[in-house]
């Protein structure tokens, strides 16, 4: 069954970045392949991360990090 209102593609690529972040928090991040992971522009990526949390994918890679205490 169809949902009567579908998330909008960023939204979904957002979630999935988020996902990545929180699991692969301790492995060196590239903007690009995180963005070609969530199938956007890095730009695109960037610009609708920083929208939604008021940080950058590095930004809040390096929160998750100060967050985890085995980093």
């Known amino acids: ?3 009567c209102c579908p ?3 960023t939204a ?3 979630a999935r970045a ?3 972040l929180k699991l ?3 492995r060196p991040l ?3 392949d995180l ?5 956007l522009s890095a730009s695109s990526l ?3 991360f920083r929208a939604l949390t008021a940080m950058t994918p590095l930004q809040y890679q390096k929160w998750l990090r100060l967050q985890k205490p085995d980093a």
């Open 12 to 14: 979904v690529a957002f």
């Open 7 to 9: 998330r909008p593609p």
């Open 18 to 20: 988020i996902e990545w």
């Open 35 to 39: 963005a070609d992971h969530v199938h």
């Open 46 to 48: 960037h610009h609708h």
């Open 24 to 26: 692969n928090y301790a």
């Open 1 to 3: 069954m169809r949902s």
């Open 30 to 32: 590239r903007i690009e």
